[in-house]
């Protein structure tokens, strides 16, 4: 039988040196994307303050436009009398985008039900609050939206 020789200590420092390595790699590998998961990317544009929707002969009575607004979504509707109305498409629930349903004569949100009349406020459903609303100007035929004076 053979006796072993005893570990080399510069090879046990380099084992050591690798096996701590391969651990700070796994725990990076591990962390990493949960932190860039956390950490939004920064905004690559800058919000929009008015923008150019529609002609206005593009959008009959009753109906909705879903259009962006810098890098969320807006909502134009075209009640049946023709009133031209704007407002955040983001539901003030969990911020699913909502949709005109002329078939209701609402605001609909599809995740939760959640209904909003065709002035924004809430009529049934889990949002807390009414729908963001926009300006609407028409100028020359063109539909333009903007967020208005707070
Ligand atoms: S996200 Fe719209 S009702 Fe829940």
Same mark, same amino acid.
């Given at each position: 039988?053979?006796? =072993?020789?005893? /570990?080399? @200590?510069?090879? $046990?420092? +380099? &084992?050591? &040196?690798?096996?701590?390595? =391969?651990?700070?790699?796994?725990?990076? /590998?591990?962390?990493?994307? &949960?932190?860039?998961?956390? *950490?939004?990317?920064?905004?690559?544009?800058?919000?929009?303050? +008015?923008?150019?929707?529609?002609?206005?002969?593009?959008?009959?009575?009753? %109906?909705?436009?879903?259009?962006?607004?810098?890098?969320?979504?807006?909502?134009?509707?075209? +009640?049946?009398?023709? %009133?031209? $109305? /704007?407002?955040? /498409? %983001?539901?003030?629930?969990?911020? !699913?985008?909502?949709?005109?349903? @002329?078939?209701?004569?609402? *605001?609909? !949100?599809? !995740?939760?039900?959640?209904?909003?009349?065709?002035?924004?406020?809430? *009529?049934?459903?889990?949002?807390?609050?009414?729908? +963001?609303?926009?300006?609407?100007?028409?100028?020359?035929?063109?539909?333009?939206? =903007?967020?208005?004076?707070?």
């Amino acid at each position: 039988m053979e006796h =072993s020789q005893p /570990a080399d @200590p510069s090879r $046990r420092r +380099t &084992l050591n &040196l690798l096996l701590s390595g =391969s651990l700070v790699g796994f725990l990076a /590998a591990l962390v990493y994307p &949960l932190v860039r998961y956390l *950490i939004p990317p920064p905004a690559s544009e800058v919000p929009a303050s +008015t923008v150019r929707v529609a002609k206005v002969e593009e959008v009959a009575p009753n %109906t909705g436009l879903i259009f962006r607004f810098g890098r969320r979504p807006g909502l134009l509707i075209r +009640t049946p009398d023709g %009133t031209l $109305r /704007a407002f955040a /498409a %983001t539901c003030t629930h969990l911020d !699913c985008t909502v949709q005109f349903r @002329p078939d209701l004569g609402l *605001i609909w !949100c599809a !995740c939760h039900n959640g209904r909003y009349d065709l002035t924004g406020k809430v *009529i049934s459903g889990p949002p807390p609050r009414p729908l +963001t609303p926009f300006v609407v100007n028409v100028q020359d035929g063109d539909i333009y939206v =903007s967020q208005g004076v707070s």
